[in-house]
């Protein structure tokens, strides 16, 4: 059975950081590319950034330069690096292995408010 695990969410000021953490189990971690998406109020889920079995990266437009995707292999987790926040970063952060699995983790809430 899959599960997701997200955390390392909060409040933080603009211009702040956050690392978010995923513990993913129920299928083999390194054989998977993951991402991690978010949802923001009122708006659909969207992919922000995606790391591939070899380290390869894509991050969306939106947020290059600011969030950085990694892994873990030996401790089958993927991260996520948020710096220099922006309030339009607040959402709900969701990992999944890429494709996407049909079930979702409760997600980690980031707010970025002052």
């Known amino acids: 059975q899959v599960q997701l695990v997200e955390s390392g969410g909060g409040l933080v000021q603009p211009g702040g950081s956050l690392r978010l953490s995923c513990e993913p189990s129920?299928?083999?971690?390194?054989?998977?590319?993951m991402g991690w998406w978010r949802q923001a109020p009122g708006k659909s889920r969207e992919l922000v950034a995606r790391?591939?079995?070899?380290?390869?990266?894509y991050v969306t437009d939106s947020v290059k330069g600011r969030l950085t995707i990694s892994r873990d292999d030996v401790k089958s987790t993927v991260y996520l690096q948020m710096d220099r926040l922006q309030s339009e970063d607040t959402a709900v952060y969701y990992c999944?292995?890429?494709?996407?699995?049909?079930?979702w983790g409760q997600g980690t809430q980031v707010t970025v408010s002052s």
């Open positions: 999944n292995r890429v494709p996407s699995y049909p079930s």
């Open positions: 790391i591939g079995r070899m380290g390869g990266v």
């Open positions: 129920g299928f083999p971690f390194t054989a998977a590319a």
